[in-house]
């Protein structure tokens, strides 16, 4: 298993260089061995202002024409970000791309406006969000990087995961049998976990120690997971700083849950963009300490 974060933290007024450079290096202070850019740039949904069709709104994006692929994915602010953080892995630690999925984008732009299709609920919207991501999707993994997508939507019920479905069954089937693609949906999944599990990817991130994440416990212990199906499990709040001690005995227990060898990753619950900034720390050395005794333990 590996350590992680789900992508975000809070955003340093600075110059934007500097600002990834120091999520960076924040990471690897605390033992984090799959770092990401820290989306110092943008919010999950404004990082994608540059896909034609969707365009800045009153609030966030809102959805202007046809949603279409980028002419050139390598020009993606998440590419090209990806150059700022790769000098800085050095084959000790693994990078990976953030890229939030078809029905979160779809929905939460189309809340901002709506041109180009019939209403929110136009099935060719969420098709058409797929299809641009797609070719992101594999830029990213063209680079090397790990690959997690997030989709908070689905445990909110926006729309049917069939279009999360359309993105990870166009990767290849190489980088979703290495576990290097990943799920991340925050919340409670109790709702939609049937139709998670029968999805084209392995690993799915979810959370276990917020509130709205507490009843996921008792989900994976009543269901099982499917065959070949693990787990990035979220054992330590993103947002409220909880001792080692208490996320090392809830690792253990998911350990005991699902099995040892069925967790891939272990991370916060979700990201740091809403976490009081200087929480963010502590919250690592927790998760660090609380990581290395349970893998003492086994
Ligand atoms: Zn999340």
Redesign the pocket.
Known sequence: MERTT?GSFPRAEKPLEEAVAEVIDLQLRHGIEVITDGEQRADMITYFEQVPGLARGGRGLRVSEKIRPMDDPGSFYKIVDYALVRPQLGGRVKGKITITGPVTLGMTAAMGGITGYSNVRDPSLYEDCADALIPLAEKALDLGAHLQI?E?GLSAKFESPKYTERLFSALPDKAIDEGRVSL?V?GSVGRVFDELMSLSVNVFSF?FSRAQESKNMGLIAEKSLREGKRLGVGFISNTMLETADTAQARLEKIARIIGVKNIAYINP???FAPTTPNLVEPILRNMKEASDGFLRSL
Request: aromatic share 0%; charged share 20%; with cysteine.
């Open positions: 789900i997030d908070p991340h925050c959370g619950d979700c990201g």
